[in-house]
């Protein structure tokens, strides 16, 4: 599926500007249509990797890089430190997928954020190569109908 519009925002790593982030994803999921809910889920996804950058990122001053891709059936929020600039299709060669399926005591610090961030979006990936990516991709269901992976739809459990 086609990439439609990027948004891409460099914010410093304070605290006092994570709600920038919320705001904007916040405005852009509503504009593509998504529900409250998932539009709830995004904002906490987006503030607890925001979050991560803030705390875990730098020692001095840096900053939050936030890139949003819009496409015709799904949103693909990028956060991450070291404010460079990336190419989505080259970065998402070098992912690994977030795994909350390891119990939370595995987690390294920071950890909980990222279990938080992949049970609340349909798809988490993480590079650390050169500082830390993170990819979140929430799909947008049209009336609570998902395809699943077999191409048969099924209703989308509240």
Same mark, same amino acid.
């Given at each position: 599926?086609?990439?439609?519009?990027? %948004?891409?925002?460099?914010? =410093?790593? +304070? =605290?006092?500007? $994570?709600? %920038?982030?919320?705001?904007?994803?916040?405005?852009?999921?509503?504009?593509?249509?998504?529900?409250? *809910?998932?539009?709830? *889920?995004?904002? %906490?996804?987006?503030?607890?990797?925001?979050?991560?950058?803030?705390?875990?990122? !730098?020692?001095?001053?840096?900053?939050?890089?936030?890139?949003? !891709?819009?496409?015709?059936?799904?949103?693909?929020?990028?956060?991450?430190?070291?404010? +460079?600039?990336? *190419?989505?299709?080259?970065?998402?060669?070098?992912?690994? =997928? $977030?795994?909350? +399926?390891?119990?939370?005591?595995?987690? +390294?610090?920071?950890?909980?954020?990222?279990?938080?961030?992949?049970?609340?979006?349909?798809?988490?990936?993480?590079?650390? *190569?050169?500082?830390?990516?993170?990819?979140?991709?929430?799909?947008?269901?049209?009336?609570?109908?998902?395809?699943?992976?077999?191409?048969?739809?099924?209703?989308?459990?509240e």
């Amino acid at each position: 599926m086609e990439q439609n519009d990027r %948004i891409h925002l460099e914010l =410093p790593a +304070k =605290p006092e500007y $994570v709600s %920038i982030a919320r705001l904007t994803v916040s405005g852009i999921a509503n504009r593509l249509g998504f529900s409250y *809910d998932d539009i709830e *889920d995004l904002k %906490i996804a987006v503030a607890e990797a925001c979050t991560n950058v803030v705390e875990h990122a !730098y020692s001095e001053d840096g900053f939050i890089s936030l890139a949003c !891709y819009i496409y015709e059936d799904r949103i693909q929020i990028v956060v991450a430190d070291q404010g +460079k600039s990336f *190419d989505i299709a080259e970065v998402e060669s070098r992912l690994g =997928p $977030v795994d909350a +399926k390891k119990p939370v005591g595995d987690l +390294k610090e920071g950890g909980l954020g990222l279990f938080l961030i992949s049970t609340l979006m349909d798809k988490v990936e993480i590079n650390e *190569d050169n500082g830390v990516m993170l990819v979140m991709t929430k799909y947008l269901y049209e009336s609570g109908v998902k395809e699943s992976v077999d191409g048969i739809s099924s209703l989308q459990s509240e």
